[in-house]
């Protein structure tokens, strides 16, 4: 295991190492990593609904729907209710355009 400057838990130090599967530990390491940049002491715990907005389909998000389906396939439960924007496909009223 790598040493981190964050206090960790337990629990987060046993998902950095593998306990959890590799998809936990693609989720926390960015996150401590990130926390460590801004001088974060310790991660704080989640203790009410989540939810995201992903931008409504624009351009540039595949890696960001790619990411969300390996944590699907992955199995990954949150411990806090979760809801996301869904990416919209109306194809009548929203023009899009590919690239690449």
């Given at each position: 295991?790598?040493?981190?400057?964050?206090e960790?838990?337990?629990?987060?130090?046993?998902?950095?190492?593998?306990?959890?599967?590799?998809?936990?530990?693609?989720?926390?390491?960015p996150?401590v990593?990130?926390?460590e940049?801004?001088?974060?002491?310790?991660?704080?715990?989640?203790?009410?609904p989540?939810?995201?907005?992903?931008?409504?389909?624009?351009?540039?998000?595949?890696?960001?729907?790619?990411?969300?389906?390996?944590?699907?396939?992955g199995?990954?439960?949150?411990?806090?209710?979760?809801?996301?924007?869904?990416?919209?496909?109306?194809?009548?009223n929203?023009?899009?355009?590919e690239?690449?």
């Amino acid at each position: 295991m790598e040493n981190y400057r964050m206090e960790l838990t337990q629990e987060e130090k046993e998902i950095l190492q593998g306990k959890q599967g590799e998809v936990m530990v693609k989720v926390l390491k960015p996150i401590v990593v990130y926390g460590e940049a801004f001088g974060a002491k310790r991660l704080l715990p989640i203790k009410n609904p989540i939810h995201v907005v992903t931008g409504m389909s624009m351009t540039g998000l595949n890696a960001y729907y790619d990411m969300l389906d390996m944590l699907i396939h992955g199995g990954l439960k949150t411990k806090e209710p979760f809801t996301i924007d869904l990416r919209p496909f109306d194809f009548e009223n929203v023009v899009y355009i590919e690239f690449g």
